[in-house]
């Protein structure tokens, strides 16, 4: 958000990570959690808003995260489906971060990903929380208006940023460049 969106009400969590930085949902509960601990001990009533479903989802209900490894293992697809068949089975060849992170996960733990995946959603949620969310009932309306976002980010000059991160040394396969959906062709 720009400084005239945020004008008035306090905001947490903006710029806590350097985009070469590699980033996770595990590393956003660990920064996110004290902050919203923070606003509830006040008596104040948090909005945790933007991201994926899959932030907001594991910082409110509380899911926990495998440690991430010291081993630097480079896995296979192949590995993958021999130590967790479901896993291996939903994830295709090009989803080389989820492969890794499911490998990860199995040889840190011994657990595979999708035990612990099943395990962490039977938690009872850590926050009660109002979920929110935008509903379409022409889905071509949600389409229209993502569209209208891109193009107003686009104008705001997404690609000079995009360039400029680039030409500062941040990876084109650094999470935040994978965000922002960038692709190198």
Not at 13 to 21: K, Q, S
Not at 50 to 67: E, H, I, K, M, W
Not at 68 to 80: A, D, F, Q
Not at 127 to 154: C, P, T
Request: proline share 6%.
């Amino acid at each position: 958000p720009t400084p005239e969106e945020t004008e008035g009400v306090p905001h947490h969590m903006i710029g806590v990570a350097d985009p070469a930085e590699d980033f996770s949902v595990g590393k956003y509960v660990e920064l996110a959690e004290p902050v919203l601990q923070d606003i509830l001990s006040r008596g104040k009533t948090c909005v945790v808003c933007g991201g994926t479903g899959l932030y907001a989802d594991s910082l409110l209900l509380g899911r926990s995260f495998a440690p991430c490894p010291s081993t630097g293992i480079e896995p296979l697809l192949e590995r993958l489906r021999l130590v967790d068949p479901e896993a291996g089975a939903k994830l295709h060849p090009s989803d080389k971060r989820r492969i890794i992170r499911a490998l990860e996960v199995y040889m840190e733990t011994g657990q595979t990903i999708s035990e612990h995946n099943r395990k962490t959603k039977l938690l009872a949620p850590k926050h009660e929380a109002v979920w929110l969310g935008l509903s379409f009932a022409n889905r071509q309306d949600l389409y229209d208006r993502i569209d209208l976002r891109v193009e107003k980010m686009l104008e705001a000059g997404l690609l000079d940023e995009i360039r400029a991160l680039l030409s500062s040394g941040v990876r084109p396969t650094a999470t935040s460049m994978q965000a922002i959906g960038y692709k190198e062709y």
